[in-house]
């Protein structure tokens, strides 16, 4: 099969950080505009695997093209909360991978005894807005000039899935 969704193992460290890189340098996603070093990358990476951290892995033809994952929060009073992040390699976008990588990882999530899931997106990330809002995130607030890229600022939106809406 060309397409698989796995979860994280450490054979995938070395594509993940790659296809992590690929998206930073489009500068208009992530946080960052180069993935971070290797060696800090797989720290986080083995953290992941250490804390049974829901991260899910899109596999094409053995290549890592995309990934989700769920980051518990270390702190006491939020140890209900995930943080969601993820990407999609764009020569792999709008073939409905990124719905499977959600699906398998907020279902882990909740698995794993979370009940929030929270992020936070760039307010003219269309895509990854519309395609939240499709798996039940609601819009919780707006981080006003959030992001600074080359001198431009961006509103960040945050939003949340909540595992049972009270
Ligand atoms: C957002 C992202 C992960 C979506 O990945 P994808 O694999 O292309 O998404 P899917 O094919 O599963 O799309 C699912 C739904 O999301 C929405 N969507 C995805 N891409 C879209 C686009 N370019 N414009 C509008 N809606 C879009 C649609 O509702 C789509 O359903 P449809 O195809 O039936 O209309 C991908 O565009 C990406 O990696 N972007 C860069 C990284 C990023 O933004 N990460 C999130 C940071 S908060």
Redesign the pocket.
């Known amino acids: 099969m060309p397409l698989h969704i796995s979860p994280l193992a450490k054979s995938h460290f070395e594509g993940l950080r790659r296809v992590l890189d690929v998206?930073a340098r489009?500068k208009?996603?992530?946080a960052f505009f180069v993935a971070p070093a290797a060696e800090e990358a797989y720290a986080f990476y083995r953290d992941i695997l250490t804390h049974n951290d829901s991260h899910y892995v899109a596999l094409f033809e053995n290549k890592v093209i995309?990934w989700c994952d769920v980051i518990r929060k270390p702190q006491a009073a939020l140890q209900h909360v995930g943080v969601l992040?993820?990407?999609?390699?764009?020569d792999?976008?709008?073939?409905?991978?990124?719905?499977?990588l959600m699906q398998t990882a907020i279902a882990k999530a909740w698995e794993n005894g979370l009940t929030r899931i929270e992020?936070?997106?760039?307010s003219d990330?269309?895509?990854?807005i519309?395609?939240y809002e499709?798996h039940g995130f609601t819009q919780e607030g707006l981080l006003r000039q959030g992001f600074l890229v080359d001198g431009a600022y961006f509103d960040v939106i945050s939003m949340a899935l909540l595992m049972e809406q009270p």
């Open positions: 998206i489009e208009h996603y992530l995309g992040g993820m990407g999609v390699h764009p792999h976008r709008r073939q409905g991978i990124a719905t499977q992020l936070t997106v760039r990330n269309a895509a990854a519309a395609l499709r």
